[in-house]
């Protein structure tokens, strides 16, 4: 079981990393005379064509991103330094490590200490996605923005960070 949750939490962690680069934040879809998809994520925006081009730019400042993305940045990038050492924490304390009996009672703190940070990174991955996610519906549905402006729309890189998240919570719950 301790394994299973260590290997959840690991693949969580992944995840979370990987939802902390992808350049699919958002998402606007453009149908004007080419196809065009414009994508924004936390380190830089890009355009993608149907063609099969891809042109991405990395922001220019960190001032120049809306507040959710500020804080995300933060967020996600300490959920992920958080979470390596969470895991190395943890995986001391896994009982299939052998130790000698007289350090059992150390490897019941480390795993309980390792659980603890890795429930802590799940939650700083989740609530950056969440918030980022809520930002964009709210922002979808308002009735002031007339309908013939393209809205952004949730992308792929929200879910990798819910998956990754949950899969770190679950595992770090198990530990």
């Given at each position: ?48 064509q149907d063609v099969g081009g891809t042109q991405c ?112 919570i679950l595992g770090a719950s198990l530990l």
């Open positions: 079981l301790q394994l299973v949750a260590f290997l959840l939490s690991v693949l969580g962690w992944i995840l979370t990393g990987t939802c902390n680069y992808l350049p699919d934040w958002k998402n606007l879809n453009l149908d004007l005379n080419v196809l065009e998809l414009w994508t924004m994520g936390l380190w830089q925006t890009c355009i993608v730019k990395d922001f220019d400042s960190f001032l120049d991103l809306p507040l959710e993305f500020r804080i995300s940045r933060i967020l996600v990038s300490t959920s992920n330094g958080l979470g390596l050492l969470s895991l190395v924490i943890s995986s001391l304390g896994l009982d299939c490590l052998r130790m000698e009996d007289t350090q059992q009672k150390l490897k019941k703190q480390l795993l309980l200490l390792g659980s603890i940070l890795l429930w802590t990174t799940g939650v700083l991955a989740l609530v950056p996605v969440s918030w980022v996610a809520h930002t964009i519906i709210q922002e979808f549905w308002d009735e002031d923005i007339p309908e013939i402006v393209p809205r952004w729309e949730i992308g792929d890189a929200l879910f990798s960070g819910w998956f990754g998240g949950f899969f770190i």
